[in-house]
């Protein structure tokens, strides 16, 4: 059978594909399009295969995020965090940060959440570089120096001209180094994924699905308390 996300031979038993890590389908033919896609699911297509996963054979799969969370961290080089969602746990694996502050450290790992340690999620946007767009004026400016010394109007122009280039450069530069993190807070420390990596909107998708998994699991936990009670 062919894989049902990038089309790679994979054999007929093969839950998740060896080479992109999706979650397989039941092949309902060998010759099957290749679909490329790495969107965030909130109904993903075959929560079956992915129970094994799962600490409890009860838990449901409510959203996943990337299509590389089976991928074998030993063969293949995961730069992005996947997971998978379900009613009573989150499971990460691949590339994710820890730290407080300016100082963020990378690692490659595997880590379970239970929601009800989930203290906090959102999103961390990093400022504009400074320094980038600062050289970039800073170029322009030398050549339009360099332009004046010359003494000619052409050479001016043309002097102008020739740093307008390297001053876009550092300027479109420094608002692509902005980084945006999705930071999910924990009893006992925090992780955060690149959220411009993995795709803003997908990670912005799988955030509301952690927020209402939260809000069901308290308000279940609010009517076994009420139901105790009467």
């Known amino acids: 059978m062919f894989c049902s996300s990038c089309g790679a031979q994979i054999n007929d038993d093969a839950v998740f594909c060896p ?4 979650v397989q389908e039941k092949a309902k033919s060998p010759k099957a ?3 490329k896609s790495q ?23 409510l959203a996943s995020l990337g299509n590389g969370y089976f991928v074998n961290l030993m063969f293949s080089s995961v730069k992005k965090c996947h997971a998978l969602l379900s009613d009573k746990r989150i499971y990460l694996k691949g590339a994710m940060y820890t730290g407080n502050g ?18 906090g999620t959102g999103f961390i946007y990093t400022k504009v570089s ?7 004026i800073l170029f322009e400016i030398a050549a339009g120096v360099l332009g004046v010394a010359t003494g000619s ?34 009893a006992g420390g925090s992780i955060q994924i690149d959220a411009k990596l993995i795709g803003l909107s997908d990670v912005q998708d799988f955030h509301k699905q952690i927020r209402r998994a939260k809000d069901a699991l308290k308000a279940k936990a609010k009517a076994n ?5 009467a």
Do not use: H, N
């Open 130 to 136: 400074r320094l980038l767009v600062f050289l970039g």
């Open 102 to 119: 300016k100082t963020l450290m990378k690692m490659m790992e595997e880590r379970t959440l239970d929601l009800e340690d989930i203290t």
């Open 33 to 35: 399009a290749p679909v």
């Open 153 to 186: 109007y052409e050479d001016l122009i043309a002097c102008l001209a020739g740093g307008l280039v390297p001053c876009l450069i550092l300027i479109i530069a420094a608002f692509f180094s902005r980084k945006i993190w999705f930071f999910i807070d924990y």
């Open 39 to 61: 969107k965030a699911s909130s109904a993903p297509a075959d929560a079956q295969s992915v129970e094994q996963v799962f600490m409890d054979p009860d838990e449901k799969l």
């Open 19 to 22: 080479e992109c890590g999706a």
């Open 225 to 229: 308390a009420t139901e105790k009670e």
